[in-house]
């Protein structure tokens, strides 16, 4: 039997699976809000997405695990 630890871990990655270049956008984008080359509507707007897009990539994560066990 697996230990709880391992299987969390396992899971903990499975679910974040994709979600690294998104974290860099991310960062990106909250660089140039505070820099000043986007305006605060452009920057809200560019968050949204990247934040629908974590949601989408974590949904798809979750399916492909309940998929598996």
């Known amino acids: ?5 391992s299987v969390r871990v396992k899971v903990k990655r ?3 699976k994709g979600l690294g270049e998104l ?4 960062r990106d984008v909250i660089r ?5 080359e986007i305006a ?7 968050r949204m997405e ?3 897009k974590r ?3 974590v949904m798809e ?4 695990l309940s998929k598996a066990g």
């Open 1 to 5: 039997m697996k230990d709880d630890r």
């Open 14 to 16: 499975s679910l974040k």
């Open 23 to 26: 974290d860099r956008k991310v």
């Open 32 to 36: 140039k809000y505070e820099r000043g």
């Open 40 to 46: 605060f509507e452009e920057y809200l707007r560019l």
């Open 50 to 52: 990247l934040e629908l």
């Open 55 to 57: 949601i989408k990539i």
């Open 61 to 64: 994560n979750l399916r492909r």
